[in-house]
């Protein structure tokens, strides 16, 4: 073969592989997301049309909407030799939008089918109907309301005798035709059911008596039950008449996390009935201007919550020192000296914010309503901590509050100066909220407010005591 055949067929072989090459490479087109089904003829979608003569259109209320037999159609365009020619086609991918349709209240909506085909979009809409019942729709004449009037005795004594009275009621019916009323009229007892059996005199409770009317309709040639009811509430009571600690210490260590008061046993006295003798426990019973934390003797109210302004027990009780903790009370905030650059505060010398912080008078008071916080530190933005210094583990509680109209936040470090805790002040200016924050290991807290002006009313530091 001589060099110029074998060029040849070397160059026609290079020319076949790289149109294989290019064959290979050329990808199939990319369709968009938002639109699946591109149109490539000369058919054009136009419109939809909406068939409900076979749809469900009446609704009653709490009934389950449905789109159940109607018939969807689409139309299209179609051009023949420039001339143009309506084609239809049955449509079921369509979108349904009944989010306007209530099917709790009466009331016309609109219902929406939307149907996509490439980058074209038509809808059309029907209307469905929700009313309130079959017998509003069915234009008969139906008792729609019973009116029962009981002129006797509701409220019963524990074990009071029950005897209902029929003599004792007023009865009228309510007559509708579609949704006007038509007729009130009045009936004896005898045209009504009366169930008192639920009442039980035995037990306190609240019971129920009830009064049915029901009547037979033809509609649409088929029996309909109406059935229409009303009730009287009859209330059984054993009020109280006096309560008692009957046992339980009065002498109580003092806490930051309220007093122990577990032992206590409070005896109630009732109108009717022995006396029950039961914990004295938060669910049942208040118990009223104690401050746990603050060693000394206090005059408390113990407080029935049934009956809190007439039911209480005047009580003295003594807050010792607590066994498992040393508490200090910082609420006086003026009590400062310079000491080494920073304001100390209290004698007890435990807490410390950094020179230059001002104090402003206000007189404020705990959630207990008895110590008052004569000033407050503010602080101002991060580079103004407020420094706790806690000798041993134990709870730091602080009364803070907003400078303004919003909440705030504050957040507290731990000595190694990893964030331990984030809280929020009330939302209203100066109202103060207590934080508490259980605190693992000694040594020196810091609070922060990370944005703006924050009050610290005080503080109370409850420190775990060293065995000796």
């Not at 591109?38 to 058919?43: A, F, I, L, R, Y």
């Not at 979608?45 to 909407?65: P, R, V």
């Not at 950094?354 to 008071?365: D, N």
Request: aromatic share 8%.
């Amino acid at each position: 073969m001589s060099f110029k055949k074998k060029l040849c067929y070397g160059l026609l072989g290079v020319i076949s592989l790289l149109t294989i090459a290019s064959c290979k490479k050329e990808e199939p087109p990319v369709i968009e997301p938002f639109d699946p089904n591109p149109v490539t003829s000369e058919e054009t979608l136009s419109s939809i049309s909406l068939n409900t003569e076979n749809a469900k259109t009446n609704y009653y209320i709490g009934e389950t909407f449905t789109t159940e037999g109607l018939e969807v159609v689409s139309n299209y365009v179609v051009y023949k030799d420039g001339r143009p020619t309506s084609v239809q086609k049955e449509c079921k991918d369509y979108y349904v939008d009944s989010s306007l349709v209530d099917m709790s209240h009466a009331g016309e909506y609109p219902v929406t089918i939307v149907y996509r085909l490439g980058t074209i979009k038509v809808s059309s809409a029907y209307k469905v109907n929700v009313r309130s019942s079959v017998l509003e729709a069915s234009n008969e004449k139906y008792i729609s309301g019973l009116e029962v009037k009981y002129g006797s005795t509701t409220e019963f004594f524990v074990d009071d005798e029950f005897n209902f009275r029929t003599n004792a009621l007023t009865i009228r019916a309510h007559y509708f035709q579609g949704a006007e009323e038509v007729e009130v009229k009045t009936i004896g007892y005898n045209k009504i059911k009366i169930d008192s059996s639920a009442v039980d005199t035995s037990k306190v409770g609240t019971y129920v008596i009830k009064y049915s009317i029901s009547e037979t309709l033809t509609i649409q040639g088929s029996a309909y039950e109406n059935e229409v009811s009303a009730f009287t509430i009859v209330t059984v009571v054993n009020p109280t008449t006096s309560i008692e600690l009957v046992s339980g210490s009065l002498s109580l260590e003092a806490s930051i996390l309220g007093l122990d008061t577990s032992d206590w046993k409070i005896k109630i006295n009732r109108m009717r009935r022995d006396p029950e003798i039961v914990d004295f426990t938060d669910e049942l019973f208040n118990l009223k201007n104690v401050v746990p934390y603050l060693v000394a003797e206090q005059n408390v109210r113990i407080e029935w919550k049934e009956d809190p302004l007439n039911i209480f027990i005047d009580l003295t009780i003594n807050v010792t020192e607590s066994d498992k903790y040393s508490i200090v009370t910082a609420t006086e905030l003026s009590k400062v000296e310079d000491k080494d650059g920073k304001i100390q505060l209290d004698e007890a010398g435990k807490l410390f914010v950094p020179s230059g912080v001002t104090m402003t008078e206000g007189r404020h008071t705990d959630k207990y309503g008895v110590i008052t916080f004569a000033e407050r530190v503010t602080i101002k933005g991060a580079a103004q901590p407020l420094e706790v210094h806690m000798d041993a583990p134990g709870i730091l509680v602080l009364y803070i509050a907003s400078s303004g109209d919003e909440s705030r936040e504050i957040t507290i470090y731990d000595p190694n100066g990893e964030e331990v805790e984030s809280f929020m002040t009330a939302s209203t200016k100066q109202t103060i909220t207590e934080v508490h924050l259980t605190v693992e290991q000694a040594g020196v807290y810091k609070v922060i407010n990370p944005a703006s002006g924050v009050y610290i009313h005080g503080c109370i530091l409850a420190m775990e005591k060293v065995a000796k």
